[in-house]
């Protein structure tokens, strides 16, 4: 009998992580295959070339484009500093003069009698890149980066906004159900990633930005308090690139949901361990998922592996259902029919039967649920 398997979410207190990073163009690896990285360290870095700025020299000292070598006597490759003077013209009969300096620092990259202009190339901009989590160096790639293995606890949420950045875990809430709100903010929390129960207010979000904080993670936040969090909606591109202050991670959806109690009940197990935390959310092709991880302190070879069987629907799997009636909700797969099925629409499709967490037993097409791999 063969075998059923389908894209899901990780919470997991031991897990092997291995994430890869790369830089958008060549340049040069820091670091050594099996070096031991902090999330800070750089791992390669590139220089991207500066911006190329014009002077319209001819224009500015009024003369014929061809003429410009009269009056201009550097040459391409030399540095110029702002404010340095290019030309001095005087004027008809020698009365006046006219003065033209740099408004840029960098190298003259091009001289040209044809447009009379004189282009200057900027100084370049360093590009870095980090190895975002706690962890070894697991394989180098030339000229580009490497990949960053650790071995640690791992959550994935369903959506998330903001970067990669890093924080101190501090459970903010009692229990699953409670909602995080401001008064739940403390003059403490810089630094912080606050775990919040089923939902996440706007005024929280805004009082732990001004405080500092790094992360916030919770069941669910209104669609509404996001928008007015970021100033617009949010489209189905991926996310992860926002001009906000902290990243922020949902586990269950829109709206407030209780987040799954093991998943609540693994985040406080980690209270006060440093971790790295992504918003960067894609549903499209190439999935991308928010995720909060947090490394220990041994190399990924020397832990458990988790292979493709986390992975496979089958009875006592984890789940959560994706599409109404019952979206959102965590269950556990109690038998998976050999027989298709007609649905409402008309189709016939593979089912699974599955046990509520209230325990109530349901009928879910296969192509509707997702694993929550443990």
Not at 183 to 193: F, L, M, T, V, W
Not at 197 to 218: E, F, L, R
Not at 273 to 285: E, L, P, V, Y
Request: proline share 4%.
């Amino acid at each position: 009998m063969g075998s059923a398997y389908t894209p899901g979410l990780t919470v997991s207190g031991d897990i092997d992580v291995r994430r890869t990073r790369r830089l958008p163009i060549k340049g040069e690896v820091l670091v050594k295959d099996g070096e031991k990285v902090q999330p800070d360290t750089v791992v390669a870095r590139a220089m991207l070339p500066g911006p190329l700025q014009t002077i319209k020299l001819s224009e500015k000292i009024g003369v014929e484009h061809k003429d410009i070598g009269l009056f201009f006597h550097l040459k391409v490759g030399d540095i110029l500093e702002k404010g340095q003077v290019l030309v001095e013209k005087k004027g008809f009969l020698g009365l006046g003069k006219t003065t033209v300096t740099s408004d840029y620092t960098g190298a003259i990259e091009s001289i040209s009698e044809v447009t009379g202009n004189v282009l200057v190339r900027e100084a370049p901009l360093p590009v870095e890149v980090t190895a975002y989590i706690q962890g070894f160096v697991a394989d180098i790639i030339p000229n580009e980066g490497a990949v960053i293995e650790t071995r640690g606890a791992m959550v994935q949420g369903i959506f998330g906004v903001g970067g990669e950045r890093t924080g101190i875990i501090r459970v903010a809430v009692n229990g699953p159900k409670d909602i995080l709100d401001a008064s739940s903010i403390q003059d403490s929390d810089a630094g912080k990633i606050l775990v919040g129960g089923s939902g996440i207010t706007y005024d929280a979000i805004m009082k732990a930005s001004q405080a500092g904080v790094t992360g916030m993670i919770a069941g669910g936040v209104k669609d509404s308090d996001l928008t007015k969090f970021l100033g617009y909606d949010i489209g189905v591109a991926i996310t992860g690139q926002e001009s906000i202050s902290l990243s922020l991670l949902v586990t269950e959806g829109f709206g407030f949901l209780p987040i799954a109690e093991r998943t609540f009940e693994l985040l406080k197990s980690l209270e006060g361990k440093k971790a790295s935390i992504n918003g960067a959310t894609q549903i499209r092709a190439g999935v991308i998922r928010p995720e909060i991880i947090v490394p220990l302190d041994v190399k990924a070879e020397e832990s458990k592996k988790q292979d493709l069987s986390a992975f496979e629907l089958k009875p006592g799997a984890h789940i959560r259902v994706i599409r109404e009636p019952y979206f959102g909700l965590l269950a556990t797969v109690t038998e998976l029919p050999a027989q298709l099925m007609v649905v409402d629409s008309g189709t016939e499709v593979r089912v699974l039967k599955a046990k509520l967490e209230d325990g109530k037993e349901v009928l879910v097409p296969r192509a509707n649920v997702e694993i929550i791999a443990t």
